[in-house]
């Protein structure tokens, strides 16, 4: 599985972004995809996440409400919708790929095996 992700950029303090992941080869039914954020010196942290078979989402507290991710399958393609950023949401983003996860560990970075190349979002203040 390979993972582009996309769509990062330089944006105001309640402004939009809209992060794509591109997936290509095995993405199957017991697939969960997922956005992690890191900023320098810290660990990676979760965002969302999305399973394949029931569409079920998740979100980290911190973004829930302002943050939805999406999928259009047909283009095997994840979005992250962010609105109302923050000063804080600022941090480079990664999409990850895993399987057959359980929910108390779709928040472990450790669980996803695939990674895209991560695209840096900033929000100026």
């Known amino acids: 599985v390979q993972l582009q992700a996309s769509g990062g950029g330089l944006v105001q303090a309640g402004g939009s972004l809209r992060l794509s992941c591109a997936a290509s080869?095995?993405?199957?039914?017991?697939?969960?995809i997922a956005w992690f954020r890191q900023t320098p010196g810290k660990e990676r942290e979760f965002v969302a996440a999305?399973?394949?078979?029931?569409?079920?989402?998740y979100y980290s507290d911190s973004v829930k409400g302002r943050f939805t991710i999406t999928s259009y399958n047909a283009k095997n393609t994840v979005y992250l919708q962010m609105n109302s950023l923050k000063p804080e949401d600022t941090a480079v983003y990664y999409c990850?790929?895993?399987?057959?996860?359980?929910?108390?560990?779709?928040?472990?970075?450790?669980?996803?095996?695939?990674w895209g190349q991560g695209t840096q979002v900033t929000v100026s203040s």
């Open positions: 990850a790929a895993g399987f057959r996860l359980i929910i108390s560990t779709m928040r472990i970075p450790t669980s996803y095996i695939y």
């Open positions: 080869g095995r993405t199957g039914s017991d697939s969960t």
């Open positions: 999305r399973r394949y078979a029931t569409s079920s989402t």
